[in-house]
C-alpha cells in the first residue's frame, strides 16, 4: 500500500453487499421450526401471493434458488434442442446457463454503451427463425429497454424472460419490474434486495406458464383430477406427466422472505440514498464516470458501478482494484463476459462477439452498496475511491 493512500485504511472490512436481518425475520423463521411443514407448507403460499401483489403480478412461483427459477422459466418457455436464446454477456452466468439446461443456444447480443442493458437493435440483429425467447438483464437494478425488447417479441412470437435479479423494488414506465414480461426473474440470495438464504422466484400474469412451472418444480407430477391423463387409481393416485426437478423452496425460506419483503421499500430507499451520495461525490470527477441512468426506469440500485476513463489514467483497474482491496473497501467486478469462461470457450463463443460489453468489462468496478451501511462507511468508499483513483490522474 502506497503511503499516500495509507491513512485511507479502514479497520474493517466493508464487503459489496451483504444481508440486513432483524429480530422479525428470526422470529418468522423460528415459527416454522415449532410448526408442522418444514417445507411445502403455508408459507410458500403466503410469500408468493405477497410478492405477486407487491410487483403487479398475477402469479408467483417460488424456488431454491433464481438459477433453479431461471431453469424453470425456460423450460415453461418451451425453449429445447435446436432453440436460440438471446441475452445480454454483461451478467452472471446463470443467465445464459438456463438455455443451456435445456439443450438450447445462448446468443449473446452486445450491450447498450449508457445503460448498459442489452441493446435492442443489436438483440433485433440476431432474431432467426430458430429464436424462441428473448432474457434481458436488468443490470445493477437499471430496468432494461423492455418497452422496444416487448415489441420485437411481439413481431417474431418470442417469450421475454426477464432476468430481474438486480431488480425487485424497480420500476419501468411507472409500472414494478414483475408483472411487464411474460415472465420475470428475482433472486433471493444474501446480496440481492431480499434473501432466503438461497431462493428465486418467478411471476408471471399467464396461467399456464404458472401450471407449467409449479409441475417443472415438483417433479413433474400433477395431482389434480381434472389434468390426469389415466384415470385416477384411488385417493393416492398422482402422475409425473414431464419431467421436473425437486426445485422447492422450504417453508423456513418462505417466512424469511415474506419477513424481508415488509422492509423493500426501506432497503431500495437506503440504496438509493447511498447511491445519490456517490452521485454527488464522484459525478464532477475527470478519472471516472458514473452510472447513467434512463429516464424510463426507476433503479432499485443492487449494485453501484463505476467505469474508468482510463484515457485519463496513468494505472489500469487492477492495480486500482488492488489499491481499494489493501484499504478494506470490498470492491468487485460485475461482470466477466459470460463468453469468456472456458466452458462457453469450449463450445465454441469467441472474443470480439459483444465489443461494447468487451471494452466496458476492462473499465469497471462495483462499489459497495447495501443498506446497512453507515454513514462512516460511505464517506470511507468515497475517501478511498478518491484518494487512489485521483493519484493516477493525468
Ligand atoms: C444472482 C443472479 C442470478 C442467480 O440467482 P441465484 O439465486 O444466485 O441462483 C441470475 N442472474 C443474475 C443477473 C444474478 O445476479
Given at each position: 500500500m502506497s503511503s499516500l493512500t495509507s491513512g485511507l485504511k479502514r479497520e474493517t472490512w466493508l464487503p459489496y453487499g451483504r444481508q440486513w436481518i432483524d429480530e422479525a425475520d428470526i422470529q418468522a423463521v423460528t415459527a416454522v421450526l415449532r410448526s408442522d411443514y418444514l417445507t411445502t407448507g403455508p408459507k410458500i403460499e403466503a410469500f408468493e401471493s405477497k410478492l405477486a401483489r407487491q410487483v403487479g403480478a398475477k402469479y408467483a412461483v417460488a424456488f431454491a434458488n433464481g438459477t433453479a427459477a431461471l431453469h424453470g422459466a425456460c423450460c415453461a418457455a418451451g425453449i429445447g434442442p435446436g432453440d436460440e436464446v438471446i441475452t445480454s454477456p454483461l451478467t452472471f452466468a446463470a443467465s445464459a446457463n438456463c438455455v443451456l439446461y435445456q439443450q438450447a443456444t445462448p446468443v449473446f447480443a452486445d450491450i447498450d454503451a449508457s445503460t448498459y442493458n442489452l441493446d435492442p437493435a443489436k438483440t433485433a440483429e440476431l432474431i432467426n427463425s430458430r429464436t424462441k425467447a428473448i432474457i434481458p438483464v436488468d443490470f445493477t437494478g437499471q430496468p432494461a429497454d423492455l418497452r422496444t425488447i416487448r415489441a420485437l417479441a411481439?413481431?417474431?412470437?418470442?417469450?421475454?424472460?426477464?432476468?430481474?435479479?438486480?431488480?425487485?423494488?424497480?420500476?419501468y414506465e411507472g409500472e414494478p419490474v414483475g408483472g411487464i414480461s411474460d415472465m420475470t426473474m428475482f433472486s433471493l440470495h444474501p446480496v440481492k434486495h431480499i434473501t432466503s438464504g438461497e431462493g428465486g422466484i418467478i411471476t408471471t400474469n399467464s396461467e399456464d406458464l404458472?401450471?407449467?412451472?409449479?409441475?417443472?418444480?415438483?417433479?413433474?407430477?400433477?395431482?389434480?383430477?381434472?389434468?390426469?391423463?389415466?384415470?385416477?387409481?384411488?385417493?393416492?393416485?398422482?402422475e409425473m406427466q414431464s419431467l421436473g426437478y425437486n426445485y422447492r423452496m422450504t417453508d423456513l425460506q418462505a417466512a424469511l422472505a415474506e419477513s424481508q419483503l415488509e422492509k423493500l421499500p426501506m432497503f431500495v430507499a437506503k440504496r438509493r440514498e447511498i447511491a445519490t451520495q456517490y452521485d454527488e461525490a464522484f459525478g464532477a470527477m475527470k478519472v471516472l464516470q458514473i452510472p447513467w441512468q434512463s429516464s424510463e426506469g426507476v433503479s432499485s440500485w443492487h449494485l453501484y458501478v463505476i467505469q474508468l476513463r482510463l484515457e485519463q489514467l496513468s494505472a489500469g483497474r487492477k492495480?486500482?482494484?488492488?489499491?481499494?482491496?489493501?484499504?478494506?473497501?470490498?470492491?468487485?467486478?460485475?461482470?466477466?463476459?459470460?463468453?469468456?469462461?472456458?466452458?462457453?470457450?469450449?463450445?465454441?463463443?469467441?472474443?470480439?462477439?459483444?465489443?461494447?460489453?468487451?471494452?466496458?468489462?476492462?473499465?469497471?468496478?462495483?462499489?459497495?452498496?447495501?443498506?446497512?451501511?453507515?454513514?462512516?462507511?460511505?464517506?470511507?468508499?468515497?475517501?478511498?475511491v478518491k484518494g487512489v483513483t485521483e493519484r493516477y490522474a493525468c
Open positions: 411481439h413481431e417474431h412470437g418470442l417469450l421475454v424472460i426477464e432476468d430481474a435479479a438486480h431488480a425487485l423494488g424497480a420500476f404458472y401450471e407449467k412451472l409449479l409441475q417443472f418444480r415438483c417433479h413433474g407430477i400433477v395431482r389434480e383430477r381434472a389434468k390426469l391423463i389415466h384415470e385416477a387409481h384411488g385417493p393416492w393416485y398422482h492495480q486500482i482494484f488492488e489499491e481499494l482491496i489493501a484499504l478494506n473497501i470490498g470492491v468487485n467486478v460485475h461482470y466477466i463476459p459470460v463468453y469468456y469462461h472456458p466452458y462457453y470457450e469450449q463450445l465454441g463463443y469467441s472474443r470480439g462477439l459483444c465489443p461494447q460489453a468487451e471494452r466496458l468489462y476492462e473499465r469497471i468496478l462495483t462499489l459497495p452498496l447495501f443498506p446497512a451501511m453507515t454513514a462512516a462507511d460511505v464517506r470511507d468508499v468515497i475517501a478511498a
